[in-house]
């Protein structure tokens, strides 16, 4: 999914867990967590500078919130390995992790946010994964598509 100009991608967070503010303040933070496959395989295909659309889901309203970047490729996520943590999977082991995390960096937050409602009226946003997998947390982004939501958010649409 990545190009020689950069992956993007959309990658969900509930904001009561963790949002857009939340990494604005940190400027960095790991993306750990993620236990559905093709999200982590989506997550091992990112490069260092790919563009993402941070998107605020199960929120009021959900949609995307802002921009982040992926500042460190994939590693594997250490909460499977660990029993205290909420992610802790018992089938990884160290020499077989199971699951990855990348890290992203705040780049920008919107105005506002971009509600998904707002979205699905946009005819050119018609075939946006977005609307097709809706409950994957992590999902590649046509150029037009992330453009035009770039766009669209910093108009505080």
């Known amino acids: 999914m990545s190009s020689s100009d950069g992956g993007r991608w959309l990658m969900k967070s509930e904001p009561d867990v963790f949002s ?3 990494l604005r303040k940190k400027k960095r ?16 295909s990112m490069a ?9 889901s199960n929120a ?9 970047r992926i500042t460190a490729p994939a590693i594997p996520d250490h909460t499977a390995l660990d029993p205290s943590s ?7 082991t160290p020499a077989d992790p199971r699951w990855s995390m990348v890290e992203v960096g705040f780049v920008e937050a919107f105005p506002r946010v971009l509600a998904l409602a707002t979205l699905r009226q946009v005819p050119d ?3 946006l994964w977005l609307f ?7 999902q590649p982004v046509e150029r037009h598509h992330f453009d035009l939501i770039v766009s669209l958010g910093r108009q505080g649409a």
């Not at 933070?29 to 091992?44: H, I, L």
């Not at 992610?87 to 990884?92: E, L, T, V, W």
């Open 20 to 22: 857009i503010d939340h």
């Open 86 to 92: 909420e992610y802790f999977d018992p089938k990884a």
């Open 132 to 138: 097709q997998r809706s409950r994957l947390s992590i």
């Open 125 to 127: 946003l018609a075939d």
């Open 60 to 68: 009021e309203p959900s949609g995307v919130a802002g921009l982040a």
């Open 29 to 44: 933070e790991r993306w750990d967590g993620v236990r559905n496959y093709q999200a982590r395989n989506f997550m091992r």
């Open 48 to 56: 260092v500078g790919d563009q993402v659309l941070f998107y605020h």
